[in-house]
């Protein structure tokens, strides 16, 4: 295929803890490429969702929710959002708007501003809210100054992100393609594999115990019937954790397999013999290694 005029860019997607913006990458690149979960921080990394309009490549980049940072692992995705921030050609700010403005948005706000930066408001979750909270929420935001425009989305039911599309596709530079034109996410499948486990930990589980799990694919086996067996590791930091995840006669980590297995098995279109193991290690979120896996800097 030969793109006539090939534009190009890069949308940073901002937005406090459960504003949505998972949910939106997913919605605009048509398929599953960020996890998503009604707890907050599901989105460690920085994760790439890539759109295809006509001669427009958008390559969305979903962002951790920037928060205020106290563990290593906080610090972290903080980085990794901010540094997806300067990647961006275009930064979206995510609002829940059934939440409102809350610390996590105004400390976005105010480290925009202080950097000089620009962004377009994304009112989100209006199946939400009346019209009047809508428009007052507009107004106060707008007079923060660093908007350039305000669209109203409601990101799981899929009104205005069509218009809101057709808008960043007709502001991306001009340049060649930066992925094949195929490619809907940036992430290997053994780092989507595990993300996926991680997802279904997150909904069966209660309360804080996600936290203190990573999930890591340790292998991958494509075989000759057309089938693949992989093998994760549930890793959690304690021995109590462990016997949480495991239930009671491995009933849990059952359930969570299963569901880990079809969705993998959807998404790759092929069978799936899923293994899952679970491994204490005290202290992985001071590991360096968990770090580069997740596509983290230890450092930050
Ligand atoms: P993120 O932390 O900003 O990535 O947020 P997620 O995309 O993970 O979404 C957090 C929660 O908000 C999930 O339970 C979503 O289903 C929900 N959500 C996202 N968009 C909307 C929306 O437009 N309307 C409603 N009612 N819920 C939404
Ligand atoms: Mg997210």
Known sequence: MTIENPKCGFIAVLGAPNAGKSTLVNRMVGTKVSIVSPKVQTTRSRVMGIAVREDVQLVFIDTPGIFEPR???DRAMVAAAWSGASDGDVSLLLVDVEAGIR??????IERMKKEGRRAHLVLNKIDQVP???LLGLAQTLSEEGIFDHVFMISALKGKGVEDLMDFLASHMPEGPWHFP????????ERLMAAEITREKLYMQLRQELPYATTVETETWEDR???STKIEQVIFVERESQKSIILGKNGQQIKKIGSQSRLELEEI?????????????RENWGDDPERYRDLGLDFGA
């Open 268 to 280: 790759l279109d092929r069978r799936v013999h899923l293994f899952l193991f679970v491994k204490v």
């Open 131 to 133: 019209k009047e909270t």
């Open 181 to 188: 034109e195929d490619q809907v996410s940036d992430m290997t």
């Open 103 to 108: 610390r996590d948005t105004k400390a976005i």
């Open 224 to 226: 000759d019937d057309g």
């Open 71 to 73: 563990r290593r692992l």
